[in-house]
């Protein structure tokens, strides 16, 4: 058994013993040590602090874990961005029998050179009808000038393959959107504050997430997309809906696209 003695004690035979002193030299030494860069932490303080540490870089491993990787020989070439008017963004778009079919993931490289073409930091979601295709696709963000309450957190890009919603509770709320289909204008729009969403990844694994504030905002918009609905149908004001450009000016907030 390890006796506790202290360095410098009434026993000086016991500073020759060096496992006896083990328990002293780190009481005395390390620990000050320790307290100097942790603002007085006690070592079970250090260990929890250590702990969340771990736990926030797991998560996000979690996050990056469905970072989009398609095949090298699946080259996307950038479509146009059809508008309010053409009938694919009325119809409803088919469910993805198999994600990891080369003609899905073709459609997918499609959308991801769209996006790179527009600019990435010009938009937070496109869905497959928005490029013309008629299938159970969005992709989105959640950049980090979107978040701005507690729980929310960014999110890079994602691929959202036959996704279903539901609300978490009643509660919405109104917030400005805008849309590359409907391009210049931004309205208010009602929407579910917390959802939970289901959806299948482009290895075709099945996700369950909650979303709140603008990101259950995005998913619920590119979901609508792939019902056939547009943005100006949920709204409960038309004089709310503006050019972006005199909504900027006028009353000070950068809309959603
Ligand atoms: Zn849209």
Redesign the pocket.
């Known amino acids: 058994m390890v006796q506790l003695t202290p360095l410098g004690g009434k026993n000086e035979d016991s500073r020759m013993l060096s496992v006896k002193n083990m328990p002293i030299i780190l009481k005395n030494a390390n620990v000050p040590f320790v307290k100097k860069w942790f603002f007085g932490a006690e070592p079970q303080v250090l260990f929890l602090f250590m702990a969340i540490i771990i736990g926030v870089l797991l998560n996000m491993t979690d996050l990056y874990a469905e970072e989009i990787i398609l095949p090298k020989d699946i080259i996307g070439t950038p479509h146009d961005v059809i508008r309010m008017g053409h009938p694919t963004l009325r119809q409803k778009a088919k469910e993805v029998a198999d994600p990891t079919d080369p003609k899905i993931q073709q459609a997918i490289a499609d959308m991801l050179a769209t996006v790179n073409k527009i600019g990435v930091d010009q938009l937070v979601?496109l869905?497959a009808p928005?490029i013309n295709i008629p299938l159970q696709i969005f992709l989105f963000q959640v950049p980090v000038k979107r978040v701005n309450g507690d729980v929310q957190q960014t999110l890079p890009f994602t691929v959202v393959i036959n996704p279903k919603i539901e609300p978490i509770n009643e509660e919405k709320e109104l917030g400005i959107?805008?849309?590359?289909?409907?391009p210049g204008l931004v309205g208010e729009v009602p929407r579910y504050k917390h959802i939970k969403y289901t959806y299948q990844t482009l290895k075709g694994k099945k996700i369950t997430k909650e979303a709140h504030d603008f990101h259950a905002r995005v998913i619920q918009?590119?979901t609508?997309?792939l019902n056939g609905i547009?943005?100006l149908d949920l709204m409960e004001d038309i004089k709310r809906l503006y050019f972006a450009e005199e909504f900027k000016e006028y009353h000070q907030a950068v809309p959603t696209?």
């Open positions: 979601g869905a928005q959107e805008g849309c590359l289909s409907i918009h590119e609508d997309h547009l943005y696209k």
